[in-house]
């Protein structure tokens, strides 16, 4: 199912980082992972050798209240608020380096992909230079490897969360604001993305994928989808379209090159070029989109696409036709 | 805190550290506030029309060359110049006070009446609103009793998808025919002696939301239509349909590749911004050209001499722009083409990826200009975007373009490159209120038509004075239904005042005087060689004023709120009748003709808020009116 | 018995009967908050709905069917959705009406009753409501009516959804949707229907 010259889908983690985000975000884990352990050990050593120290006293005979004489407790206190000061100050530093090396975008200007974030899947628009080149694609990013790529995140709804731990951190969608984030992938690759803030009922299931492919395979990709939805020449095909047109579909969707143009579901003019269907939950096979298609509550209870009760003969033609959108 | 007590100093070190310690932090949780600050910037200082100079000066003037006048009112703008003046001059200042209610008649119609009647061989067509149904009046008897009546019966269905009222902007007359539009797109012929009907032509569909509304206009035996449906993603043409036979000759459209758009090797658009290849297709994102909008469902010009008609295209579909990135051509732009073949020679687009609705439909009316020396063959636009365009008519470079309202959307028109210079702030957003858009949608000037007199040199500009508040919303399309994306609450704009008469001078770019009205003045305007102006309100007053200084000269209340174009012309007695079609409605009067509930502000399109009092100042109705000297 | 015992068992009475208001209160909701994702079979479609209240000879009782969702808030806020997704909102505004008539106020040319508002919906009307039968699902239908009714509060006051302040400039200055009470319409008493 994946192409040649792509490593296998990788462990989602975020220690496993494939870009130059991630790599700096897994390097701050083990530091913070570091020092805190560190911290961790010296105050429990601390604490053992505190509790040793009262117990061989108190053997000795020797009474506990004059150990807490005035003077010995300011050393602590200053030594602990100074302590303190200093960590705090050095994650700071820490916090802003990262932040500043996290923030800025490549002086040149990188591919710019508006991602929204629906309740619950992804729609991706590639912004391009001039209007016409512009096209827009659901659940699938393709970048090109070793290139700055500038995401742009908007939601309609509510707060959603953009995560590809390999890739980068979690940058929020938030109603009503714009927020950007750049990232890079440095190997070429399939990652898995999800939602990082809860959304709603299917927030479980709002997963997303990103394929990192070389600059030619992914101009490829992009000339593809650029273009209108592919005409359905044989009957099967036809009949399937009919099918799309007149009866609910096009209340929700769109493809490209017909007269169905609604945006409240994802577009589906290049939906055969999909690895994945319903934002990541099924592959994208004949018999998961009949699923999907006649009874989506059974698989993601309470999605916005309601179930649809078609003909045998009809289901089959529409199957034809929507697997005939490469 | 408590005070120290006797154990002093450690207390009081302890209480350093404490107090150094929250000082710290205080400190540090405020740096990254510092960091969070953003400039705001200076809200725009907004555009208004300059201070009224004085009345009429004697300054040079734009003329035109006239026909002969016949006393009639033949076409809806009377003349292809579109000025929409008469050489009667029976009707003064100084007698206006006289005038008297000669016969009235009703249209058995009770939606909004936007046409004109036109006279014709001492014969009155009257042609309603949806279902478009065509009066024939005798003038030659007294009270003008009816001759006969066509009845197109339009599909009822086309009701819903008209987006403005059920109007009809009027019928022409030529060539011994009757030549109007009917609301579900078909163009009509009828005998203008015997009413019967001589073709009937279905030009467009309503299952794609695309209705009619215009009046056509008949230039050298081809009738010209278009279409409208902008609110709806209808693609807009322009079809001529041979006036003889009713036979399809050709169709322009406004969006899509060149070939569509007859855009040739006679094409030259005058600024760089308008040159390129298919750019009704490229300044659009992947296929949204097809329900791009576009539509002609305004006024027709045309020069004989150049052999070219001039019109206005409308707004692009959504009206949510980030739906539609790129300049969107050949929306909201203004086109000049050759009748015979319809090919463009050149068009400019003055609103580029508009933001608020502001069709570019509005009359281009055909004035000969002195111009820094030399006369300029040239027409004047006022758009819905607030400017009044001077341009020349035959290059369509633009002489001047001067603001005849409040605006808070643009800073100005750049002359040396055609562009409109917007103001960043007042982009509409998905899921974002932005407010004070001024003008607001209906434009400084919608539909409504001004008129000229070469007398006075002054151009009759009805329109309002509204600003809006806008929020975006994801629009879907879905064939037949509207598809707009937009939230919008409409109010008056700055004196509170909705309505205005304007007197444009234009040469000089600026207003020689103004009437505000109560409420949007959305009826057309006649001017007469005798020097009045005849307007109407939408709370029912029709009125007379001096076209030299707009002092008022005569009112009347008729029996519902004037939308409609006023006319002038002799009857068969020799006197000198004036004529308009009462009865409210249009996108202004929704709120009666449609009986909406202005608890929901944005009924209407947004309208509905805006006025909240019309119910109380008028009801709806559909009766002609005639005035004459007694 | 002691003062204290008294006390005691009064406490524990008032405990107990509070408990037991809370509770029922509790399944008072619960038709409110239930999600019907997937009707089956889905609502079915009315027959026999009159839109006219003339019946010769004797009338038959014209009680009106009650919706399915009408009380339900999740469904109620589901049409609301809907209603925008559809484009009903761009004939329809808000409820103030435009290109269609007002939804909210007191005037309703086909019925105000659930089923007569769902055929206007399914079956489209002569004077431009488009017919949506085959394009929208049953249950979403029955949604919409919900909505709709709430629209001009017909339905219960808990089953409304919020009302849209955000395009006002102040909280309540005549919101996009404020039935408390419905608006009388300004219809003059005779049809203009042609």
């Known amino acids: 199912m994946l192409q040649g010259g792509l490593r296998g889908a990788l462990n989602q983690s975020v220690l496993e980082a494939s870009g130059p985000q991630a790599a700096k975000v897994e390097k701050l884990w083990w530091f913070a992972f570091t020092t805190a352990a560190i911290v961790y050990l010296l105050t429990m050593a601390a604490l053992w050798w505190a509790a040793h120290r009262a117990r061989r006293r108190e053997l000795r005979g020797e009474r506990l209240d004059e150990a807490y004489a005035e003077p010995r407790m300011t050393r602590g206190v200053t030594w602990a608020t100074a302590a303190t000061l200093v960590i705090l100050l050095l994650f700071l530093g820490t916090d802003l380096l990262v932040g500043r090396t996290l923030s800025p975008i490549p002086k040149k200007q990188p ?31 393709h970048i090109p490897v070793g290139e700055p790529v500038l995401f742009l995140l908007q939601s309609p709804d509510v707060i959603h969360s953009f995560w590809v731990p390999n890739l980068a951190g979690k940058k929020d969608l938030i109603p009503g604001y714009t927020q950007s984030v750049w990232f890079q992938a440095d190997t070429a690759g399939l990652y898995r993305g999800q939602c990082a803030e809860f959304c709603g009922l299917q927030h479980a299931k709002m997963a997303l994928q990103v394929v990192a492919e070389p600059r030619t395979k992914y101009e490829e990709w992009a000339t593809n989808q650029q273009k209108p939805a592919a005409n359905a020449t044989d009957p099967v095909s036809s009949r399937g379209r009919e099918v799309f047109l007149t009866g609910t579909c096009v209340m929700c969707h769109a ?7 609604s945006h409240a579901g994802p577009d589906l003019t290049h939906l055969a070029s999909r690895r994945t269907i319903a934002a990541g939950t099924l592959p994208n096979t004949r018999g998961a989109l009949a699923g999907w298609i006649v009874d989506p509550q059974r698989i993601k209870p309470g999605t916005r696409m309601p179930p649809n009760q078609l003909k045998p003969q009809d289901l089959d033609a529409l199957l034809t036709y929507l697997q005939s959108l490469k | 805190m408590a005070r120290c007590g006797p154990e002093a100093s450690y207390c009081r070190r302890q209480a350093l550290t404490f107090v150094t ?24 200082p907004p555009r208004e029309a300059a201070a009224a100079a004085l009345p009429a000066s004697a300054g040079p003037r734009a003329s035109v060359a006239l026909d002969a006048e016949d006393g009639q009112w033949a076409m809806p703008m009377k003349s292809y110049s579109g000025i929409r003046y008469s050489q009667l001059t029976e009707i003064t200042p100084a007698n206006a006070k006289n005038l008297k209610a000669a016969w009235t008649f009703s249209t058995s119609v009770m939606r909004g009446h936007e046409e004109p009647p036109i006279v014709v061989n001492n014969t009155m067509y009257v042609l309603t609103p949806y279902p478009n149904i065509l009066y024939a009046l005798d003038l030659t008897l007294p009270g003008a009793p009816k001759k006969w009546q066509y009845e197109p019966k339009p599909q009822s269905e086309a009701q819903g998808v008209a987006c403005c009222d059920v109007v009809n902007r009027g019928p022409s007359f030529a060539d011994g025919k009757i030549v109007f539009n009917t609301l579900d797109d078909h163009v009509v012929a009828v005998d203008a002696n015997t009413g019967k009907e001589v073709w009937k032509t279905k030009v467009g569909d309503i299952n794609i939301g695309e209705t009619m509304t215009m009046a056509p206009l008949v230039v050298k035996g081809k009738v010209l239509v278009g279409n409208s449906g902008g609110e709806l993603g209808v693609r807009g043409w322009l079809k001529a349909l041979d006036l003889a036979s009713g036979k399809l000759l050709w169709t322009a459209y406004s969006t899509g590749p060149d070939s569509d758009v007859k855009i040739g090797s006679r094409f030259k658009a005058y600024y760089p911004k308008d040159r390129g290849k298919d750019l009704g297709e490229t300044t659009w994102q992947g296929e949204q050209w097809k329900i791009g909008g576009g539509n002609v469902w305004g006024w ?42 319809g090919e463009a020679v050149w068009a400019y687009q003055q609103t580029p990826h508009d933001l608020h609705d502001y069709d570019g439909v509005n009359e281009s009316v055909l004035l000969d200009v002195p111009w820094k020396g030399q ?21 369509g470079e633009l002489l001047s373009a001067e603001p005849f309202g409040y605006i808070t959307t643009s800073r100005r028109v750049n002359l040396s490159n055609g562009s409109l210079e917007e103001v960043p702030d007042k982009k509409p957003e998905v899921g974002k209120v932005v407010r004070m858009i001024c003008p607001a949608s209906p434009g400084t000037k919608d539909w409504q038509p001004s008129s000229f007199s070469p007398r006075t040199g002054l151009l009759y500009i009805p329109h309002q004075n509204l600003c809006e508040d806008e929020e975006g919303v994801e629009a879907n ?5 509207p598809y707009v994306g937009m939230n919008v609450r409409m109010y008056a704009g700055p004196g509170g ?18 009437i505000t009205e109560k409420f949007p003045v959305w009826s057309g305007t006649v001017v007469t060689a005798g020097d009045v102006v005849f307007y109407g309100t939408m709370d029912g007053w029709f009125k007379a004023v001096d076209a030299r200084n707009g002092a008022p000269l005569w009112q009347y209340k008729v029996g519902s709120g004037i939308i409609g174009q006023p006319i002038t012309y002799r009857g068969p007695d020799g006197k000198q009748y004036v004529a308009v079609m009462s009865g409210v409605g249009g996108w202004a009067g929704a709120i009666v003709a449609g009986g909406l509930d202005p608890q929901d502000s944005t009924a209407a399109l947004g309208f509905a808020a805006a006025m909240k009092d019309l119910p109380d100042a008028t009801q709806k109705g559909g009766t002609l009116y005639v005035f004459s000297l007694p | 018995m002691s003062v204290t015992n008294r006390r005691g068992s009064a406490r524990r009475r008032l405990a107990t009967g509070a408990g037991v208001i809370v509770l029922l209160s509790l399944l008072s909701a619960c038709d409110r908050e239930q999600r019907r994702f997937r009707e089956n079979p889905p609502s079915a479609s009315p027959s026999n709905v009159r839109v006219s209240a003339l019946q010769p000879g004797t009338v038959v009782d014209t009680t009106h069917v009650a919706g399915p969702y009408d009380n339900n808030a999740w469904a109620v806020s589901e049409g609301q959705r809907l209603f925008g997704w559809y484009n009903c909102s761009g004939c329809h505004a808000n409820g103030g009406g435009g290109m269609g008539p007002p939804l909210m106020d007191d005037t309703w040319i086909y019925g105000s009753g659930p089923e007569q508002i769902y055929n206007t919906i399914v079956q489209g009307r002569p004077n431009g409501m488009p017919s949506f039968a085959g394009k929208i699902p049953t249950p979403q239908v029955w949604m919409l009516v919900a909505y709709v009714r709430s629209l001009s509060a017909q339905n219960a006051s808990g089953a409304r959804t919020s009302r849209s302040d955000h395009m006002m400039m102040y909280p309540g200055s005549g919101s996009l949707q404020d039935p408390a009470k419905p608006q009388q319409s300004f219809h003059p008493p005779a049809s203009e229907m042609p």
């Open chain 1, 255 to 261: 493809i490209e090159g017909t007269s169905a143009g």
């Open chain 2, 300 to 341: 027709l010009t045309y020069d004989p001499q150049a052999n070219l008609v001039y019109y206005g295209t409308a707004n692009p579909g959504p009206w949510n722009p980030d739906q539609r990135p790129g300049d969107n051509k050949w929306t909201s732009a203004i086109i000049a083409r050759d009748p015979d073949t």
């Open chain 2, 21 to 44: 310690g929250m000082r710290l932090v205080v400190v540090l949780s405020v740096l990254p506030l510092a960091a969070a600050c953003t400039r705001e910037g200076k809200p725009e």
């Open chain 1, 111 to 141: 591919l710019t992909i508006e991602l929204t974030g629906h309740q619950w899947w992804w729609e991706v628009a590639y912004a391009d230079s001039s209007a016409h080149g512009r096209f827009t694609t659901a659940n699938e990013i």
């Open chain 2, 497 to 514: 005042h909705r309505g205005e008469l304007t007197a444009w001078d234009p040469i000089a770019g600026r207003p020689a005087w103004k």
């Open chain 2, 375 to 395: 006369t300029r063959k040239a027409l004047i636009h006022p758009d819905r975007n607030g400017y009044v365009y001077l341009m020349d008519r035959m290059t």
């Open chain 2, 477 to 481: 399309y879905i064939a037949g239904t």
